[in-house]
């Protein structure tokens, strides 16, 4: 049980009585996340290390009869948005409606709902800010096909959700993301960190109590907005794509620091710089996790966790370009303040920072923050767990 999805829960119950003037037949949550370090690394086969955070998306549900998807949220202005199954196709995109749309048409084609699915009604009620590279598109993803799957009588595993969730994603609202966000989501733990490999999907849990070694995660959301449909998302996509081809590997997950060489005979200065980022990315994400199976974050091994976020950050802004002028400004705050380390999370462009900081200079640490970038919002996450059916 989480308190944070229990609230975002009783948000869209509310809606779902208000708007359909009736009770819902169950309400799932699906959290957003923030990757602890691994950036840009999941498209090209590579590690990540997220975690869930108390920031949900809840979905009030129930089932229809007429053929019909009609859908509402509490966070936009559209009203209830009707969509007929039968017109279910990927197209123009339309707006926020794509995302769940666009996971009952996944289902549907994967069989994880039946071929003459009726319909449903959903409310969503959302915690997690949009647009601000917490992965608010997957938590609707992922809260959309808990709910439809137990509406269908049709259970689905964390991998299927994930999965058909990304599909959904890159196929119908013609976003080119990798599986990062939606596995985060659908496989998020209380108190941990998922160590992913977005080769096999195996995923290893380790423990992230922060609270217990009196360490505090800040997020500082510099409210720009980023649109990874329209960003340079799909341009540094392609740049790693290009180079793992000309470098004749599968993905740039093949290629290890000794490689770095014989790519700059064969690669631009530009796809040089992007291979070096994701190849040095993927290093730091298992130098963290070897710092994390060696105990608790404390003294030198806080140090050297700390330096790698902050690494992780200088090799996104210097290298892979994917960071931006607030975002910096955020980050070297932070550092000046007092956190053991600060960087970018997400896709970048905007959006969201992280900082790890101690407890006890969390103030000091926000402070600095808020003189620097005064429009910043400025809140600490948890690890929760992942997406579940909550009523
Ligand atoms: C976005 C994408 F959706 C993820 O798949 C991932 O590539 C991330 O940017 C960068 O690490 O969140």
Same mark, same amino acid.
């Given at each position: 049980m989480s308190i944070a999805a229990q609230e975002s829960a009783e948000e869209a119950r509310k809606l779902f009585e208000s708007v359909y003037a009736a009770a819902p037949a169950g309400i799932f949550a699906a959290p957003g996340r923030v990757n602890v370090i691994g950036e840009h690394t999941d498209y090209n086969e590579g590690f990540v290390l997220p975690m869930a955070i108390d920031r949900y998306t809840a979905v009030a549900a129930a089932p229809r009869l007429d053929g019909v998807l009609r859908v509402v949220s %509490?966070? %936009? @202005?559209?009203g209830v948005i009707e969509i007929p199954i039968a017109n279910l196709a990927p197209g123009e995109r339309a707006g926020w409606a794509d995302y769940p749309a666009g996971v009952a048409w996944a289902m549907i084609g994967a069989g994880a709902l039946p071929g003459d699915f009726k319909g449903a009604d959903l409310a969503f009620s959302s =915690? *997690?800010? *949009? %647009? &601000? %590279? /917490?992965s608010s598109s997957a938590a609707l993803e992922c809260s959309t096909g808990l709910a439809l799957a137990a509406l269908a009588g049709k259970p689905i595993s964390p991998a299927e959700l994930a999965r058909l969730s990304q599909y959904a994603e890159n196929e119908y609202a013609h976003v080119p993301c990798g599986p990062l966000d939606q596995l985060s989501s659908a496989f998020g733990a209380a108190d941990a960190v998922l160590h992913i490999d977005t080769r096999t999907f195996d995923i290893a849990v380790h423990p992230f109590a922060l609270g217990e070694a009196g360490l505090t995660l800040l997020v500082m959301n510099t409210k720009v907005q980023h649109q990874h449909g329209e960003s340079g998302y799909a341009d540094r996509r392609a740049a790693c794509e290009r180079s793992a081809q000309k470098l004749g #590997?599968? +993905? /740039? =997950?093949?290629? &290890?620091? +000794? @490689?770095l060489d014989r790519a700059a005979a064969v690669l631009d200065e530009t796809e040089l710089r992007r291979v070096r980022h994701v190849v040095t990315e993927n290093d730091r994400v298992n130098r963290f996790v070897s710092l994390l199976q060696l105990g608790p974050l404390e003294g030198p091994r806080l140090n050297s966790a700390g330096e790698l976020l902050t690494a992780s950050h200088v090799s996104l802004r210097? @290298?892979?370009? #994917? &960071?931006c002028a607030e975002l910096d400004v955020v980050v070297d705050a932070a550092l000046r303040g007092g956190a053991h380390g600060a960087r970018m999370t997400g896709g970048g462009f905007g959006g969201c920072a992280i900082a790890l900081v101690s407890t006890d200079r969390l103030d000091r640490v926000a402070e600095t923050v808020s003189e620097s970038l005064p429009q910043a919002e400025l809140f600490t996450v948890v690890a929760d767990r992942g997406a579940y059916q909550v009523l």
């Open positions: %509490g966070q %936009g @202005d559209t =915690r *997690v800010p *949009v %647009g &601000s %590279g /917490l #590997v599968p +993905a /740039l =997950r093949d290629l &290890s620091f +000794a @490689d210097d @290298d892979f370009e #994917v &960071s």
